[in-house]
């Protein structure tokens, strides 16, 4: 099993900044693609970002320029810089691992409630 703990979602006003962090523990596992995810209610869960172990990233278009992935692989923590924020991107943000152990699991955090309003 890979547990996963996420942190730093909050209330933020529309143009402001926030960072959420996930760190993956399971050290049987190689931690290979982290990533981040989010639901706004009544739609379905989009893709925010990803990044694979070598550091290639993948962005919603409707995030390009506004939010950075980052990661730490020798400790498997995985980030997600968020600036310019907008009402819209109000959304339950849920970091997202795919680890290996002979075959190739997912695991999903717990969610963290991200709300941009004024």
């Known amino acids: 099993q890979v547990q996963l703990v996420e942190s730093g979602g909050g209330l933020v006003q529309p143009g402001g900044s926030l960072r959420l962090s996930c760190a993956a523990s399971g050290s049987r596992f190689s931690i290979n693609d982290m990533g981040w995810y989010r639901q706004a209610p009544g739609k379905q869960r989009e893709l925010v970002a990803t990044?694979?172990?070598?550091?290639?990233?993948n962005y919603a278009e409707s995030v390009k320029g506004r939010f950075t992935i980052s990661r730490d692989n020798a400790k498997n923590w995985v980030f997600l810089q968020m600036g310019s924020l907008k009402p819209e991107d109000t959304a339950v943000y849920y970091c997202?691992?795919?680890?290996?152990?002979?075959?190739?699991?997912?695991?999903w955090g717990q969610g963290t409630q991200v709300t941009v309003s004024s």
């Open positions: 990044m694979t172990r070598g550091g290639t990233t």
């Open positions: 997202n691992v795919k680890a290996v152990r002979g075959a190739i699991y997912t695991y």
